[in-house]
């Protein structure tokens, strides 16, 4: 284990006393660091474990601070079992103002809340002593931690004395196993037997024969038990002791003997057992009373039926007792109504809470269906303790309600692993589909065609013209007379009459222009077959019905009561 107070904590002592202002130690801090080794020094320099790691923070109670003196101050922390669970193996102490000022690194300890029947918790306490020049002054520490120190030595007692007084009730006065304590002599030197016993309820048992030297004969041998205060411990002790007769008595120390003989020397060849030991015709205790006892065979004047047996009655297969015990396995024993009763409770109470599916329309015994009906508080008083009113208050007095799984699919908590982590334990979640895409397509509505035109383009003329022919004569057919209309001047009646045809002037190269009249403003319309008013389909496959299950089996969801 390593524990320091941190370089924040050493400024904060610094910075204070400059102040002239107290340090509050106000917390214990309990986390569980990965890796931690708990033997390494402590890094003096870093802060609290993130918050991830932190299990469990604790307010420290003014009473739980004390002064063992004026440079040392101790701070407890008191855990009980109605914490947990967690485990931690580092702990902290943080100021007032959210300063580190101490930190401890431990084994991994485990910290249990008590949860009957299900689990045994635990208490644990942890004290951080800190050490400083002027620490009870500082921090206003004004209780003695020696009050802290229960002194347990009369607690102890008291139970000592219980024990041995359970014991004397079993054993006797006393009690000696086979020939433990047993006074014998070999090769002329007395000694006394190891073994088993209980005296006055005490028991002894010595690993060794011990040796005696009786002073005079004839003597009786005693031995002289006690239970005697040793250090912080009371330890069995005995002695051996001589005389006709010893009684028991309370030594200067307040510390109870018993004295019980053993042996009797009349003379070196002769010794008297004095021991209380079963007759000799009896097999000598070795072992558990109980078992000896059971061991035991004969006539015993006060047993009740002792002229009847088993075999006396041909019933050898009946079993040999009864037992409340429910967790005995023995085929000698019958159990009672009683243990078989305990059985049932501990297995009844082990389940209360339980939701299980019957494959039946019916609850059966011990179940409730889980339909979300209001029931008795009083009834069902063991599952209203465990439930309460988490899936509703009922009347709010009189009644509460159980879950309703009419219909729906029961879903493992998240708890903490982050797969669902909105969804609160035992609350109802809605149906939702994980976003996805689908495949689409468009259908064929067949040959078609669409609208089309050209816009208007204002008044305007389209020009023409004719290709350039260069030098070229005109020609013109004879004539009868030599009045040719249109014709050259130079045209001859010789000319005509000759029956050839007749050359005009030269004309020159020139062109022969085309003119062309004005449309007029007008637009030029360019007509397309018409598809129809139409649209284009597309067809989504569907998916699915009205909701989304995987393949299931309904069942009938009930609850144990």
């Known amino acids: 284990m390593s524990a320091n107070i941190t370089l924040a904590g050493e400024s904060q002592i610094a910075l204070k ?32 474990p993130p918050a991830a790691q932190i299990v469990h923070v604790y307010s420290i109670p003014a009473k739980n601070a004390g ?63 800190v050490a400083f020049d ?15 120190q229960h002194d347990f030595t009369v607690r102890l007692a008291g139970i000592d004395e219980r024990e041995r007084h359970s014991n004397r009730d079993v054993f006797g006065r006393a009690c000696f196993f086979g020939n433990a304590l047993q006074l014998q002599k070999v090769d002329g030197v007395y000694s006394l037997s190891p073994g088993r016993a209980y005296i006055e309820g005490i028991r002894l048992e010595p690993a060794n024969a011990l040796p005696i030297t009786p002073p005079t004969l004839p003597a009786v041998v005693w031995l002289d038990v006690a239970l005697e205060r040793q250090l ?27 004295c019980v003989a053993v042996a009797r020397i009349n003379s070196p060849e002769l010794i008297e057992d004095l021991r209380n030991v079963a007759p000799r015709s009896v097999q000598p205790i070795t072992g558990p009373l109980i078992e000896y006892f059971a061991a035991r ?55 209360t809470g339980m939701v299980a599916a019957f494959s039946m329309s019916w609850p059966p015994t011990g179940w409730l269906k889980c339909n979300g009906a209001a029931v008795s508080r009083t009834a069902y008083a063991r599952l209203f303790a465990w439930l309460g009113t988490h899936y509703g208050p009922g009347d709010g007095s009189t009644t509460f309600n159980l879950p309703d ?7 493992g908590w998240d708890d903490g692993r982050g797969m669902d982590p909105d969804h609160g334990f035992g609350t109802f979640q809605d149906t939702l589909i994980q976003s996805h895409t689908h495949g689409a397509s468009a259908t064929a509505v067949g040959d ?20 350039t022919q260069g030098a070229h004569q005109h020609t013109a057919p004879r004539a009868q007379n030599n009045n040719v209309g249109g014709g050259s001047p130079n045209f001859t009646t010789a000319n005509l009459q000759n ?26 319309n360019v007509g397309i077959g018409g598809g129809g008013n139409h649209t284009h389909a597309i067809t989504v496959a569907a998916a699915g019905g009205a909701e989304t299950r995987p393949r299931n089996v309904s069942l009938l969801f009930c609850i144990k009561y």
């Open 17 to 48: 006393q400059s102040q002239k202002k107290p340090l509050i130690i106000s917390t214990f801090i309990f986390a569980n660091v990965p890796g931690l080794d708990p033997v390494a020094p402590i890094d003096r320099s870093a802060g609290k």
């Open 67 to 129: 002064y063992v003196n004026p440079n040392q101050v101790v701070y407890s922390a008191q855990l009980g079992s109605d914490i947990g669970d967690w485990d931690f193996n580092w702990v902290g102490l943080e100021d007032e103002d959210g300063i580190l000022f101490a930190a401890s690194s431990v084994p991994l300890q485990q910290k249990r809340k008590n949860i009957p029947p299900l689990q045994i918790g635990n208490n644990v306490t942890r004290n951080f002593l």
């Open 134 to 148: 002027g620490a009870q002054e500082l921090t206003n520490v004004t209780i003695d931690a020696a009050t802290w």
């Open 232 to 258: 912080n411990d009371k330890v069995a002790t005995f002695q051996v002791v001589y005389g006709l007769e010893k009684a028991d008595y309370v030594d200067s120390a307040g510390t109870q003997h018993y």
């Open 297 to 351: 065979d004969g006539d015993y004047a006060k047993l009740r039926a002792r002229g009847t047996t088993k075999e006396d009655v041909k019933l050898g297969n009946l079993p040999n007792a009864k037992s409340d015990d429910p967790a005995t396995n023995s085929s000698e024993i019958l159990a009672t109504t009683a243990a078989l009763n305990k059985v049932q409770q501990q297995t009844a109470d082990s389940l």
């Open 405 to 411: 799984l009419r219909g729906v699919f029961v879903r």
């Open 448 to 467: 078609h065609v669409h609208g089309a035109w050209t816009d208007a383009q204002g008044e305007h003329q389209h020009p023409a013209w004719t290709d």
């Open 499 to 524: 029956g050839t045809t007749a050359p005009t002037d030269w004309a020159g190269a020139h062109a022969h222009n085309i003119g062309m009249g004005s449309a007029g403003a007008h637009g030029h």
